[in-house]
């Protein structure tokens, strides 16, 4: 919660609490959240209906919970049932930012887009300060500068915003997505839409399919001139629920001319880039490989003010005002795909059906 949208949650009825220097880290001290009418109490939890942050709760802090309490945080179900069932065994009602469903009613709650928005620029502006050269041309009296080639592979959210980044700082910028939709988008953005003799892969919602190795092989053959050529390469692919795809490879990598920069916001998830590590700088070759890590807490500011702004949006869905009938009060209703869609644990059951599945293949 950032301090300024503290009024927005006491305007829905709500009493707001914030753990000391919880907007430390986002340049907000727990004076602008006094000033702002929230309580700072380090024993926020307790007493707690609502529990709002970016990253679930611990185990042990679900424990400390009442049973009926609700949380909403970023929730990663595949790679965290443990989370889940600690969740669901204290009989809270959890939801998770990344299943709210991407329908045009949700957008303004879609945390997914909002962080997506703010890592696919921050990658943009780290390949233009590793980057030992100017990215736009430059024509002087003492000569011709040409820009910089900038290559982006995945054109979502993030990518499109890498693409738009880079395009203002004036690079020529080529871009490849699976999606048959995605062409038009990066020619809106002022790119050239890299169009490969391969079959494009939609999946649902208007997200990407997984790829098969054979088409995964055939890719990276076709990709490598363009890569080859690039001075920064930004890759931002992903395939909902899977790890990322391996789109460049350790010996694409090393075709790359001198100066060559990588930036792999997929590193924490898998990587899209054969040897880049999350967190940190590394080289291959030519090239100095850069792995994102929690991209969006490297702009803390604008992504906590986004994320908040989907929170309360989101608390706004959920809340039923006051009336002459009664207070305001946290109702979420179950009927509203929503509501529905990204609620993982509720009244001591998962409630989100692949989890679920996955879960009772665990066994006890
Ligand atoms: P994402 O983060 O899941 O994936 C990023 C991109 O990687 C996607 O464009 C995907 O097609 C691409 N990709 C996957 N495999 C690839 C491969 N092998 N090679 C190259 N690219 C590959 O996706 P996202 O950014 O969250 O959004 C995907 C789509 O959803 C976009 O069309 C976006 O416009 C749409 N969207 C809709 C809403 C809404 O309606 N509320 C909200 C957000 C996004």
């Given at each position: ?76 179900v595949s790679t965290r049932p443990d989370l889940v069932v600690a969740l669901r065994d204290a009989q809270v009602t959890a939801f998770a930012a990344e299943l709210v469903p991407r329908i045009s009613r949700a957008q303004s709650m879609d945390a997914l887009s909002s962080q997506a928005l703010v890592s696919g620029y921050r990658c943009a502006i780290v390949a233009a300060g590793l980057l030992r050269r100017f990215l736009p ?228």
């Amino acid at each position: 919660m950032v301090p300024e949208l503290v009024g927005k949650l006491t305007g829905l009825g709500a009493e707001v609490a914030v753990e000391p220097a919880a907007g430390e880290q986002a340049d907000h001290p727990d004076e602008e959240y006094a000033a702002a009418g929230a309580v700072v109490d380090p024993d926020a939890l307790a007493s707690a209906d609502v529990v709002v942050s970016v990253q679930p709760l611990e185990a042990d802090r679900v424990a400390g919970l009442r049973a009926g309490t609700a949380t909403l945080s970023f929730l990663p179900v595949s790679t965290r049932p443990d989370l889940v069932v600690a969740l669901r065994d204290a009989q809270v009602t959890a939801f998770a930012a990344e299943l709210v469903p991407r329908i045009s009613r949700a957008q303004s709650m879609d945390a997914l887009s909002s962080q997506a928005l703010v890592s696919g620029y921050r990658c943009a502006i780290v390949a233009a300060g590793l980057l030992r050269r100017f990215l736009p041309l430059n024509m002087t009296a003492a000569g011709t500068v040409p820009p910089a080639q900038v290559v982006v592979l995945g054109a979502g959210v993030a990518g499109l915003q890498a693409i738009a980044t880079a395009k203002r700082l004036g690079a020529v910028v080529k871009a490849y997505d699976v999606r048959a939709a995605a062409a038009e988008e990066i020619r809106s953005m002022g790119a050239q839409a890299i169009e490969l003799d391969l079959e494009t892969l939609e999946g649902t919602g208007g997200y990407a399919r997984e790829m098969t190795e054979d088409r995964a092989a055939r890719q990276r053959d076709l990709l490598t001139p363009y890569i080859a050529d690039a001075d920064a390469l930004i890759t931002t692919a992903a395939v909902p629920g899977r790890t990322a795809p391996m789109l460049v490879t350790d010996q694409m990598v090393r075709q790359m001319g001198p100066g060559a920069v990588v930036v792999d916001l997929a590193a924490d998830s898998g990587g899209n880039v054969e040897g880049s590590v999350a967190g940190k700088v590394v080289r291959v070759g030519n090239a100095q490989i850069w792995g994102g890590a929690n991209v969006p807490s490297q702009m803390p500011g604008p992504a906590s003010k986004l994320y908040a702004q989907n929170v309360v949006n989101l608390l706004t869905l959920m809340t039923r005002p006051a009336d002459e009938d009664g207070a305001a009060a946290f109702a979420p209703d179950f009927d509203d795909e929503i509501v529905a869609g990204s609620c993982v644990t509720h009244a001591g059951e998962v409630r989100h059906e692949p989890t679920r599945d996955a879960l009772r293949q665990q066994g006890p």
